[in-house]
C-alpha cells in the first residue's frame, strides 16, 4: 500500500511529532509538581536523558509513547504500510530502552516507566490515579517498575 500523501507532506506531519514535553510527560510534570515533588528535565549527563529526574529520591522517570516504544496495549497497533519498517524501528527503540534502563541502574538510579496509556481515558481522576502510584513508587519502591493502565508492575 502507498502512502496517501506526498513526501514533502509526510515529512512535514512526522517532523510535527515531538520527542519532548509531549502531552502525557506533561500531565505527569504537572501533577508531581502540585503534590510537592521537584524535578530537573531532560538530563543530558544520563543515560536516555530520561523525561524526569528526582536527584533526592535518586530516581528517573521515562513517559513512553504507546506506539513509538511498542506497548502492549490498546493504543499500539502496528501499521499496515512498510510493517517491516515499522516493527524493526519499534523493536529498535525496546532494546535501546532496555540498555538505557540497565545503565541507569548499574549507576544506582531507580527507574520508572510511565506508559501513555497510564495517562489517557480516564479524566483527571486517571491522571490523579497515577501519580498516586508514581509518589509512592518514589517513596518507597526499589525494583525498576513500569505503570499502564492496570497499574504498577516491576520493569
Known sequence: MTDVVDPTTRSRMMSGIRGKDTRPEVLVRKALHARGFRFRLHVK???????????????????????????????FKVPQTRTGFWLDKIGQNQERDRRQVEKLVQQ????????ECATRG??????????EWIADWLRQG??????????????
Not at 544506582?108 to 516507566?113: I, K, N, P, S, T
Not at 480516564?122 to 501519580?131: I, K, L, T, Y
Open 45 to 75: 549527563d544520563l543515560p536516555g536523558k530520561p523525561d524526569i529526574v528526582l536527584p533526592k529520591f535518586r530516581a528517573v522517570i521515562f513517559v513512553h509513547g504507546c506506539f513509538w516504544h511498542g506497548h502492549d496495549c490498546r493504543y
Open 108 to 115: 544506582g538510579w531507580r527507574v520508572l516507566v510511565v506508559w
Open 122 to 131: 480516564h479524566g483527571p481522576a486517571g491522571v490523579e490515579r497515577s501519580v
Open 142 to 155: 526499589k525494583v525498576p517498575a513500569q505503570m499502564d493502565e492496570a497499574g504498577m508492575r516491576p520493569l
